[in-house]
């Protein structure tokens, strides 16, 4: 079954420090890979996302993902955390062949900045 | 922020009353999606439309249905709310393509009572 793994129910990071937030994926073929933040009371907003060529990935507010095709993972980077980046952060993947063009997500990670 | 609208945001409404959810968007996109998301945040494809009078179920079961007369237009109805519909429900939209992002509205709170 295609699906994607957030480990982390939660990220804790001090303003100002570099943030990781991991995904990783198991699906057929090569799929494509997206980032969605999701702030309290609102819809998921696009982040960024891989579809091929450079595995770093740069998308809106500074993030930036890795892909790595051998671990199948594409975690979300940020240099430097803001306390305005604490949101509930969705990794999700598309399969090509699927005629749906369905988005599977993972569980997500909340990301906490503390100040 | 993307023109995907969702009405109404927020909902409360007694058991067995019929609601629907309205989605929105003026972007032209063939594809459209409603996704319930759960207390605890995943997120789980219900419905999807390739375009108008194309409605398919996705992976999780529902008791709601769709439909599609109209390009910008992909409402969910509940013929009779219960309880266990009590979700926050999020419609999408995208062209056709497999390397498209997938536009957002701001989603329902539904609750029943």
């Known amino acids: 079954a295609q699906s994607v793994a957030q480990p982390e129910d939660q990220v804790n990071v001090a303003e100002g420090n570099p943030l990781t937030v991991k995904c990783t994926y198991s699906v057929s073929g090569n799929p494509y890979l997206f980032w969605y933040v999701q702030y309290p009371n609102r819809g998921l907003q696009f982040l960024l996302k891989y579809i091929t060529g450079d595995n770093l990935v740069k998308g809106s507010y500074g993030f930036e993902a890795e892909f790595n095709k051998s671990q199948t993972s594409f975690h979300l980077k940020k240099p430097s955390a803001l306390v305005s980046d604490s949101a509930l952060y969705f990794c999700?993947?598309?399969?090509?062949?699927?005629?749906?063009?369905?988005?599977?997500f993972g569980s997500g990670t909340r990301l906490l900045v503390r100040p | 922020e993307a023109d995907i609208y969702q009405t109404p945001r927020y909902l409360v409404i007694g058991t067995g009353k019929k609601i629907t959810l309205e989605c929105s968007q003026t972007m032209g996109h063939d594809k459209m999606y409603w996704y319930q998301q759960d207390p605890g945040m995943e997120l789980h494809l219900i419905h999807y439309s390739y375009g108008v009078n194309s409605t398919e179920k996705g992976d999780l079961s529902s008791e709601s249905t769709v439909s599609r007369i109209r390009t910008e237009h992909f409402p969910l109805t509940l013929e009779s709310a219960r309880p266990s519909h009590t979700s926050q429900y999020l419609c999408?939209?995208?062209?056709?393509?497999?390397?498209?992002?997938?536009?957002f509205g701001q989603g329902t709170r539904l609750t029943v009572v």
């Open positions: 999700a993947v598309r399969v090509p062949e699927d005629s749906s063009y369905k988005l599977i």
């Open positions: 999408a939209s995208s062209w056709t393509g497999t390397t498209t992002e997938a536009f």
